[in-house]
């Protein structure tokens, strides 16, 4: 089970939208819904912000919304804030194994 | 509102076993749920470590299923880790995790705060 792969870095203004992306393989993000993103700030756990591809837990913003086309699954981040600064992860969960992205650092200019 | 706390030596020797407990509260180790160990060395990204289900049914990551255990302890409501032979590669924050069975994807919907555990002599 490999790695899912992510951009080490991406960057935007304060206002702005960017767009994580996420790409595996037909075996886990391409063959199932089964994608979900953490977000982390330093020294802190992460925190569940989509699930299921593109769903909210209760309590997240709606300016973070989730989308896959074949194998690669996004995290778009709109209006981005202050806050929104840290690691995002994504993680795939198929054949009772689950494996990471190896994260993207979001810097907000 | 669940909680998890993890607990444990914050220093293993090299060749050692690395034994973390994981206390869950606001919730049940019975429910059903996984009970999942991540780990995340420093300044790197996250790791699965596998994981334990109320039945005792496992999975784990085949790169470090030789070494790992994981079970559950229902009369406490706490699940346990243990890794094996370790090395300084295995030096990181471990975080429990709940992964919740409800949603297609189970995804990791409470973490505990994470310990950092260092392999050293």
């Known amino acids: 089970q490999s790695a899912l792969t992510q951009p080490a870095s991406v960057s935007g203004s304060h206002g702005q939208s960017i767009t994580i992306s996420c790409t595996g393989t037909?075996?886990?993000?391409?063959?199932?819904?089964?994608v979900s993103w953490y977000q982390q700030h330093p020294g802190k756990a992460p925190k569940l912000m989509i699930y299921?591809?593109?769903k909210r837990p209760s309590g997240v913003s709606n300016r973070f919304s989730g989308s896959k086309s074949g194998n690669t699954a996004s995290l778009t981040i709109s209006g981005l804030q202050a806050e929104d600064e840290a690691d995002y992860y994504c993680?795939?969960?198929?054949?009772?194994?689950?494996?990471f992205g190896g994260g993207t650092k979001l810097t907000v200019l | 509102q669940v909680q998890l706390q993890e607990s444990g030596p914050g220093l293993v020797k090299p060749s050692g076993t690395l034994s973390l407990s994981c206390a869950v509260s606001?919730?049940?180790?019975?429910?059903?749920?996984?009970w999942s160990w991540v780990r995340q060395p420093p300044g790197k990204g996250l790791e699965w470590i596998g994981e334990?289900?109320?039945?005792?049914?496992?999975n784990y990551n085949p790169s470090l299923k030789s070494r790992v255990t994981i079970s559950v302890d229902k009369s406490k409501n706490q699940f346990s880790l243990k890794l094996s032979s370790v090395t300084a590669a295995d030096t990181a924050v471990y975080y429990c995790?709940?992964?919740?069975?409800?949603?297609?994807?189970?995804?990791?919907?409470?973490w505990g705060q994470g310990t950092l555990v260092t392999v050293s002599s």
């Open positions: 995790a709940r992964a919740s069975y409800y949603y297609d994807s189970n995804p990791f919907d409470y």
């Open positions: 606001g919730g049940s180790t019975s429910s059903s749920n996984w």
């Open positions: 334990i289900f109320r039945s005792g049914s496992t």
């Open positions: 037909s075996s886990d993000v391409g063959g199932y819904n089964y």
């Open positions: 299921d591809v593109s």
């Open positions: 993680s795939s969960y198929t054949s009772s194994l689950r494996v």
